[in-house]
């Protein structure tokens, strides 16, 4: 499992600064304790502060409190209808356009959150969905903050509602093409000795027991495994341990020795999926089917196959 820790030779103690440089020395894609970053966003030196985004949909929350130096990104931004088929990606160049808005910048460690509380509540699906964004398009130095505003509150640090803008930022030159996966790689994926292919979709989609989609069920091949299950009951923003998880995923089959695919229905719940066990687990072959179940449905004037029925993975049944 990724992530920040301190050393007996650069202790807290040392002060503020001195763990800024630190933690900054990291350059990674990962999960940040809200203490560490907000060590990092009151570094003296602001060209050394990290750019912090928040990714919630509603622009009220942000209204009433965010993390300070936060700039709102709200996530739904990043999408649009294409081709009939709403919320897909857009394209590159609005992206770039909305980015360099943010702030976002190569030089600068990002920091991404959002809302973190019990089930149903989805709002760190918004902040793995904007961190896929920023690694296909080459960052390299991106954290979410782990338990997001809830947990930053609980460990007592205030909130502000000031607004902030960052100066325009600075791409990276080269993006990342190995983060996302098409639908004939899919196809050319599903079947392959040493390949998983994961539905993060909750189970009644899978199923085809809802009423949500064009189309009943999930992708034949497919296994389901709730997105919910990596993430702690009592807020949905905290990522569990990769230890208190390990033994559900080798049981489900998700083990890092395998070629993986995550998808969903838009492509939040797989964005969580991917990230969790790339950057917190440390899996070293995971990509998102971006198009998702939403343009499954609807490609070929809707003729590919759909499966129905099936259990959770790893799970025995009740």
Known sequence: M??????????????TILLGASLQSQADIGIISPREAKALIENPDPKARPIVLDTRGGYKDYFRGHL?????????????????VPVQYLPNDL???????????????????????ELPNDEILSSTMVVHVLEK?????????????????KQGFAATQDYFQNPPGHLPKKGDTSTAATLADVQNHVGRPGNVLIDARPINEFRGEDEIWLRKGHIPGAISFHWARLMEKENTHKFKPVAQVKAELEAAGITPDKNIIAYCGTSREGSLLRFYLKHVAGYPHVRLYEGAWKEYVWLNNKSLPAATGGEPAGLKAP
């Open 137 to 153: 398009f080459g960052f390299k130095d991106v954290k979410i903050v782990d338990g997001g505003l809830p947990e930053w509150k």
């Open 95 to 117: 992206t770039t356009a909305l980015l360099q808005r943010a702030g976002v910048d190569k030089d600068r460690l990002i920091l991404v959150y959002a809302t973190g509380a």
């Open 68 to 84: 300070p130096t936060a700039h709102h990104l709200e996530f739904d931004t990043l999408r649009g209808t294409d081709k009939a």
């Open 2 to 15: 990724k992530t920040l820790v301190r050393t007996a030779a650069r202790p807290l103690v040392l002060g």
